[in-house]
């Protein structure tokens, strides 16, 4: 988790639900999003660990370091642990 080091909030600027085309390595649907670093920086990642119908504008979530293989992680989110605000 070096890559996120010291970055305590991220939150969801937008979503969208994939369906087609499948990806190799993601099953379909799933969840595309934009997240804000607290610092202001956004990029495009995946949510994983919550329905499309649960997830909001503003949400905070939390990075999950995703093995891909023995040489890439990819760096995912899911929803905060209960008790993270946002400022």
């Not at 988790?1 to 979503?15: D, E, H, Q």
């Not at 595309?32 to 949510?47: D, P, Q």
């Not at 503003?58 to 995912?76: A, G, H």
Request: hydrophobic share 55%; proline share 9%.
């Amino acid at each position: 988790a070096r890559l996120m080091r010291g970055i305590t909030i991220v939150a969801v600027s937008s979503f969208v639900v994939v369906h087609h085309p499948p990806m190799p390595g993601f099953e379909i649907p799933y969840l595309v999003a934009l997240v804000e670093l607290e610092e202001g920086i956004r990029f495009v990642t995946n949510l994983l660990d919550i329905a499309s119908d649960q997830v909001t504008i503003v949400m905070p979530v939390e990075l999950v370091i995703t093995p891909v293989d023995d040489d890439v992680l990819l760096p995912l989110f899911k929803p905060a642990t209960v008790g993270r605000q946002l400022a």
